[in-house]
């Protein structure tokens, strides 16, 4: 009976751990998620798919649940899934002129314009580098590159503190 909730809580930590690793799709209405992205300040990026879509099932299947897709994503965007055949979507559609599957929207919740948009299915690397474009046409930078500049502006000081202990 213990082996068997070991193997059960071994299997529950895995799944949790890769769950964690994709992107999470914001789970409520539109409106909550227009609302949860102003709280947080972030864009919304929006998968436009549907059900019949293959590039769809692939980008599903292959970039959202990448890693470092997920980490990017999560960190800078509201992540919204909109079926464009079903409840919501119809209007959503309607709204942003939707006619291709996938489309990638990246929107501004304080206007709901389009910053950023993409057609058809992205490879990871090529996924997140839309993402970062989006990013920076909504007025910010992406969380990843501020950790970059940190490190580069605190080796920046260490050099100069360096520099001026040698000349003196």
Known sequence: MNLFRSVLLICFLMAMTVASAQISFFHGTWEEALKQAQKKNKAIFVDAYTDWCGPCKMMAAQTFSDAEVGTFFN????????????????????TYSVNAYPTLLFINPNNK??????????KSDLFISEGKVAVSKFG??????????????????????????TSE
Request: avoid cysteine; glycine fraction near 8%.
């Open 75 to 94: 960190e800078n965007f509201i992540n919204v899934k909109l079926d464009m055949e079903k409840g919501e979507g119809l209007a959503f559609a309607k």
């Open 140 to 165: 910010g930078s992406p969380k990843e590159a501020k950790k970059k500049k940190l490190t580069k502006s605190k080796k920046q000081k260490k050099n100069k503190a360096e520099t001026s202990t």
């Open 113 to 122: 314009e389009i910053v950023h948009k993409v057609l058809g299915f992205r």
